[in-house]
């Protein structure tokens, strides 16, 4: 029987300072050591659903559970990284990557060193005394994305990570995630625009379609892993990309 990392019990939100519902009632659920894509519009609840998770907006009904447990205080309970990379320019990659302990109160010598081991499976072994301004957008990516990780959550939430790359850069980060995902056995949502990037990444397919949320369509995504980009290419995978677009064709025209 499977365990659950993230689910989601009769969720519902809106913003006080609107009385239009964005989630009634929602109910899904991510498994240990699943990858999970949410795609939809622009405004459809994507970020909002982060928030609660992350405990920046509390339910307005229902319950969220992290590793089974509900939490009065979500904060600091799951990974997060953001769209924007949030380094600061001050401080070099080993002090951008050490914060996340620094502020769990290890001492700075302790984080440093905890984070020089780990510098090598990130592919940041040697810039380890760069500055932001002195790297590239994929080796910040890869400081960010260290930063979740050492959140100590086995569940990440992980925002358009990769929006602001260039195509390249974005498939060889795509590839990259992956193998941290295997390796470290983690579980996560992301979310994205880009169906290609879903379904390359994904094992099941979130898409918003109605608003407010009450459920998502969800799609199972017909490969196996390992894989390789060229995979989304398969005949399977083409049908369920038409599929993912005019699902996404039907909200933009509602």
Do not use: C
């Not at 307005?60 to 509900?70: F, K, M, V, Y």
């Not at 994929?138 to 602001?164: A, C, H, W, Y």
């Amino acid at each position: 029987m499977s365990k659950f990392s993230l689910q989601f019990k009769d969720v519902s939100f809106s913003y006080e300072t609107s009385n239009k519902s964005i989630l009634t009632g929602l109910n899904f659920d991510v498994k240990e050591g699943e990858f999970v894509s949410i795609i939809g519009p622009s405004g459809s609840g994507k970020s909002t659903i982060f928030k609660l998770i992350t405990g920046l907006e509390e339910t307005s009904e229902g319950n969220i559970l992290i590793n089974g447990q509900a939490y009065t205080n979500r904060l600091g309970k799951v990974g997060y990284m953001p769209q924007q990379d949030l380094l600061m320019p001050w401080r070099t990659v080993l002090e951008n990557a050490a914060l996340p302990l620094e502020i769990k109160g290890m001492k700075k010598q302790l984080a440093y060193g905890k984070v020089l081991e780990l510098l090598d499976q990130f592919g940041l072994k040697g810039v380890e005394h760069s500055y932001p301004s002195q790297i590239s957008g994929g080796m910040k990516q890869r400081i960010s994305f260290l930063r979740t990780v050492l959140s100590g959550s086995n569940v990440l939430l992980l925002d358009e990570p990769f929006s602001s790359l260039d195509a390249i850069t974005r498939l060889s980060m795509q590839e990259w995630l992956l193998s941290q995902w295997e390796k470290w056995q983690l579980s996560i949502l992301f979310i994205t625009h880009d169906v290609d990037e879903a379904l390359f990444l994904s094992d099941r397919i979130f898409i918003f379609t109605e608003q407010p949320v009450t459920k998502f369509v969800e799609v199972n995504v017909p490969v196996s892993r390992p894989r390789k980009i060229r995979d989304i290419h398969a005949p399977a995978v083409i049908a369920v990309k038409e599929q993912l677009i005019e699902q996404l064709r039907v909200k933009v025209n509602l």
